[in-house]
């Protein structure tokens, strides 16, 4: 007889039914790209403001992002625990909240502590999302909606510049403005249902046929009949259990598991490196602060076309060329941005087309990594893996702009994360599956238990 599962995953796609959570997660995930972007205008309009050095300034973008890397380890694991439902809603309330507090916050060492504190909220968006919207698509299309799950980037990147720079050089109303809106989708989000994945997996079968039933309804697909299986053991919320879900991602595949996090880590190393610097690098070579925040915004909109092409190619020709491709493409783009920097007109041209080719690597390398992972460690394996690429990008504006600007100069800097990109691309070739067109917990570890040509 068929399962629940395989009920879920073999509905058609329709906007009145999935397309709902689509859209709801994907709002959400447009402010932690607000969140983010706007770390990179907030540096030197906060370094302005209390005549900070740039060591100190790099610390408004660390904090923000640390905390995202935290959040993401600790929402995923809730997730994983108490259900997508109250962390999809809980974590937009926090990062509401100390924003605000960020916004009158009286001096630097208070408001790092605050954009901390939002990143904490804000950094489980996207593993809790992500883990929503995937359990909810049908496997046919899976790929190729949360793939397209990150146009919300580009889409909250873009905004962020625009009312940057038109509030600018006003720093606190940039944060008050961003949580508006924040607001709003949280309320709106107490009306999405729980994942029935999740809920089967849980042991809730009233709970999970009700929202079987109504999607189905929805849709209005014919289904055979299909009955539930047998709920899996979930162990309560803990450090403990922290621990013991990432020894569990390890043991379900240390290939898979260490392809996620080396992908994370040099995408976004590169990513956040030229999102959080850009507006600062271009200041320094003569823009004003208009002009400065203006190319940025460019870069994050030409991101948007980016998406929708990335959205079509993963189901063309799979995930893994996406990424392997496109990532490397990305960090040569900016490594002849450096080079070109003197030349305003080829400087912005590079600048464009890096906006293009990393949003051609990120909602693939999204879409590839939550497919990975089967439903019970789904959020915690996207969680951990962002957590690892938020560590690292946390630090970037510390080290890019005290150690490897100053010393090795903008394109030695992009080169040597392009190589990094570059061995994790090489190592996601020969060690992890292609999930192009494979259903949700149907995949094997490549290595214990290979799958028939």
Do not use: H
Request: aromatic content about 12%; glycine content about 10%; proline content about 6%.
């Amino acid at each position: 007889m068929n399962t629940a599962d395989r009920v879920v995953q073999e509905l058609p796609w329709k906007w009145r039914a999935q397309g709902m959570i689509f859209l709801v997660g994907g709002l959400g995930f447009m402010f932690d790209a607000w969140d983010v972007t706007l770390n990179g205008f907030l540096i030197p309009l906060v370094s302005d403001e209390w005549d900070l050095t740039k060591t100190q300034g790099a610390w408004v973008g660390t904090a923000n992002l640390i905390g995202m890397a935290v959040g993401a380890f600790v929402w995923g694991g809730i997730a994983d625990s108490i259900g997508r439902k109250r962390a999809f809603s809980a974590t937009l309330l926090m990062f509401s909240v100390f924003s605000v507090a960020g916004a009158l916050a009286p001096d630097i060492v208070t408001f790092c502590v605050f954009r901390f504190l939002a990143g904490l909220g804000l950094g489980g968006c996207i593993p809790v999302d992500y883990a929503l919207v995937g359990e909810f698509t049908p496997a046919k299309v899976r790929g190729r909606v949360l793939t397209a799950m990150d146009i919300w980037w580009p889409v909250g990147a873009t905004l962020c510049g625009v009312v940057s720079t038109a509030l600018q050089p006003n720093w606190r109303a940039m944060l008050v403005v961003m949580v508006l809106p924040a607001l709003l989708l949280f309320w709106v989000r107490l009306s999405v249902p729980e994942s029935p994945m999740y809920l089967v997996r849980r042991g809730r079968d009233a709970e999970a046929r009700a929202v079987i039933d109504k999607l189905v309804a929805r849709t209005g697909a014919t289904v055979e009949p299909w009955e539930l299986p047998p709920p899996e053991r979930m162990p309560r919320l803990s450090a403990a259990t922290m621990v013991s879900q990432l020894k569990d991602l390890w043991r379900y595949s240390a290939r898979i598991t260490s392809v996620s996090w080396a992908l994370f880590l040099t995408v976004f190393l590169l990513y956040y490196g030229a999102l959080t610097w850009l507006p600062t690098i271009l200041k320094t070579q003569g823009y004003g602060n208009y002009a400065a925040f203006m190319v940025t915004t460019l870069m994050t909109a030409v991101g948007i076309v980016g998406v929708v092409v990335s959205a079509w190619l993963v189901d063309a020709i799979g995930r893994k060329w996406v990424i392997g491709l496109s990532g490397p493409l990305s960090a040569l783009a900016m490594v002849v941005f450096a080079l070109q920097l003197d030349i305003p007109s080829a400087a912005k041209l590079w600048i464009g087309v890096f906006g293009f080719v990393i949003e051609l690597t990120i909602p693939a390398l999204y879409a590839y990594v939550s497919e990975l992972y089967p439903t019970r460690l789904r959020a915690s394996g996207f969680g951990w893996s962002s957590t690892i690429s938020r560590i690292g990008a946390g630090f970037v504006p510390l080290i890019f702009g005290l150690l490897l600007w100053p010393y090795f100069g903008l394109p030695v800097t992009f080169l040597i994360i392009g190589i990094l990109a570059t061995l994790a691309a090489v190592w996601m070739a020969v060690a992890a599956p292609e999930t192009k067109g494979r259903e949700l917990d149907e995949l094997r570890d490549p290595i214990t238990q290979p799958t028939a040509p």
